[in-house]
């Protein structure tokens, strides 16, 4: 059973920075592209990140772009979302992603449970 575990986020004030993390387990975590998500308030989920098995390739937003960075460490079958100068429209609850394919495609098989990113102004 694959199970991703998110950690990191929090109440922040605009122009700081944070990390999320996300913990996987139940599969080959180095197999598989993974991604980030986000849902704010009344809004749908959107994509914010994404990156290949190897984390030579990463996608992004254009509303993240220049301030968010996603990593993997296929070593502690962990994936990363730096984020930096954070704005209020951050704000959202944030999502991982496991994907069924070794590149980056969007075809999501996996959520974890969400973390709160709070940034006020």
């Known amino acids: 059973q694959v199970q991703l575990v998110e950690s990191g986020g929090g109440l922040v004030q605009a122009g700081d920075s944070l990390t999320l993390s996300c913990a996987a387990s139940?599969?080959?975590?180095?197999?598989?592209?993974m991604g980030w998500f986000r849902q704010a308030p009344g809004k749908e989920r959107e994509f914010v990140a994404g990156?290949?098995?190897?984390?030579?390739?990463?996608y992004y937003a254009d509303s993240v772009k220049g301030r968010f960075t996603i990593s993997r460490d296929n070593n502690k079958n962990t994936v990363y979302l730096r984020m930096n100068s954070l704005k209020p429209e951050d704000t959202a609850v944030y999502y991982c992603?496991?994907?069924?394919?070794?590149?980056?495609?969007?075809?999501?098989?996996?959520w974890g449970q969400g973390t709160q990113v709070t940034v006020s102004s």
């Open positions: 139940g599969r080959t975590f180095s197999d598989y592209a």
């Open positions: 992603a496991g994907t069924g394919s070794s590149a980056y495609r969007g075809d999501i098989r996996y």
């Open positions: 990156i290949n098995w190897s984390g030579r390739m990463t």
